[in-house]
Structure formats: structure tokens, C-alpha cells
């Protein structure tokens, strides 16, 4: 069973989230073998449209974006860093670091949607939740340009 955790975000301001995976007896686990996938969507109940896709690994990430109804589909600053510390200055056994550019987070509508983050193991194909729950943007009025 997954974590349940509310993330609330500001529109377009980064967004730093840390988690450490660990066993039964809080040691981390080593993700050097997996890869993540996090997604924000309005709704899991008929509504597919992606708000936010984040993915990674060890050794890279990548980063997208579809803003349902806006048509913007596009690479942005941000990804799944796993096995990395809080600060992204070094590693951390069981660490997983999200970030989601301002960009990414400007895309986002205001209002409560719904989110999860995904570990796939690389050899089997394993998949496992790790955390889920609603995402919550607040909404911007300063936007730069």
C-alpha cells in the first residue's frame, strides 16, 4: 500500500519534494535498479488529461508537460532524481527527489487534482505506488515574463 500525502504547490514556483523509501526496519533501499514516474491529473475517474509527468532514474531523468486544454506539450527544468539527498548535492540509499520547474508548476491549473509516484523495477518490471494523494495548486497572479 502506498503513502497517502497532500502536496500543495504554488503556481509557477518550483517545487522541491523529498522522500526516502526504506524497509520495515527504516533502512533505505537501494534504487539503483528502478526507474520512477510521477503524474498530476485532474481526476483518475474518466478525466485522462495529464497536468503533470515527471520521470527518472540514477542515471538521467527526463521531464514533460501536457497542460490539459491549454494544447502545450513541451521539456521542462525538473525530474525524478533517485538515490539523492534533499539538497541534490549528493546520494542518499532510498532517496527520491522531485522536482517540478516554475514553468511546469505555471502550467498547472489552480484547484485540487489528484497525483502518483510510481517505482518500476528494471529487470522484472515490477511496479510499486510509493505515494499518493491530492495535489493542490494555488493559484498565481504575479506571472513573469
Known amino acids: 500500500m502506498s503513502a497517502r500525502y ?3 504547490s504554488n503556481q509557477g514556483e518550483t517545487l522541491h519534494l523529498h522522500i526516502l523509501y526504506t524497509d520495515s526496519d527504516d533502512n533505505g533501499i537501494d534504487l539503483t535498479s528502478y526507474d520512477a514516474e510521477m503524474k498530476v491529473k485532474r481526476t483518475f475517474l474518466g478525466d485522462s488529461s495529464t497536468l503533470l509527468h515527471l520521470t527518472g532514474s540514477t542515471s ?11 494544447g ?7 525530474g525524478i532524481f533517485l538515490n539523492r539527498n534533499m539538497g541534490n548535492s549528493g546520494s542518499q540509499t532510498g532517496g527520491i527527489l522531485l522536482i517540478a520547474g516554475s514553468t511546469a508548476t505555471g502550467w498547472i491549473p489552480d484547484g485540487s487534482h489528484h497525483y502518483d509516484m510510481e517505482l518500476k523495477y528494471k529487470f522484472t518490471g515490477e511496479t510499486t505506488r ?5 495535489f493542490q495548486s494555488d493559484g498565481e497572479v504575479t506571472r513573469w515574463k
Open 6 to 8: 497532500d502536496i500543495t
Open 60 to 70: 538521467g531523468f527526463t521531464s514533460g508537460i501536457t497542460a490539459g486544454g491549454t
Open 72 to 78: 502545450y506539450t513541451g521539456g521542462i527544468t525538473g
Open 130 to 134: 510509493v505515494i499518493s494523494g491530492r
